[in-house]
């Protein structure tokens, strides 16, 4: 490479370094774990504010986000505890139009549809730990 090309690349590590995208270690990382007001990594509530199908954890393994999960991880930014990700959650699902099943019905309702994200939010957020994508 030329002192142009290395030049280009410190530039975009650095940004990505500064804005929080990419994180600098000289160890292995941790995973983060599941609190009171859950957090998500910017790399993966940015992936997942713009649609896409995959993010990556810090141990750089793909993890597959259905679309419930695309709404719900950039609710992930450490200020909303449960009962705030369940009100952010159930109205983003209505905005979205997704259709929700409860034991195979059909939820019609947006109070229907907090109730389902209620009984469903901590197995999602323990999922969401267990891929490595809560944290930093």
């Known amino acids: 490479t030329t002192g142009d090309d290395r030049a280009a690349i410190h530039d975009a590590l650095l940004k990505l370094v500064t804005s929080g995208m990419l994180v600098a ?5 941790a995973s983060g774990k599941l609190t009171d ?6 790399l993966v509530r940015w992936d997942c504010d713009a649609g896409l199908p995959t993010t990556a954890n810090p141990r750089h393994e ?4 259905d679309d419930i999960s695309r709404l719900l991880v950039p609710l992930l930014d450490g200020t909303r505890d449960q009962d705030a990700l369940v009100t952010a959650l159930s109205e983003a699902i209505s905005q979205a139009g997704l259709r929700i099943t ?21 197995a999602m957020l323990r999922r969401l730990e267990l891929s490595g994508l809560l944290g930093q």
């Not at 270690?25 to 990382?29: D, G, I, V, Y």
């Not at 007001?37 to 910017?42: G, T, Y």
């Not at 939820?107 to 009984?119: I, P």
């Open 102 to 122: 409860d034991s195979g019905a059909i939820v019609e309702t947006v109070d229907q549809a907090s109730q389902v994200v209620r009984k469903n939010l901590p």
């Open 25 to 29: 270690a000289t160890s292995p990382m």
């Open 37 to 42: 007001q859950p957090l998500a990594s910017r």
């Open 62 to 65: 793909f993890i597959e986000i």
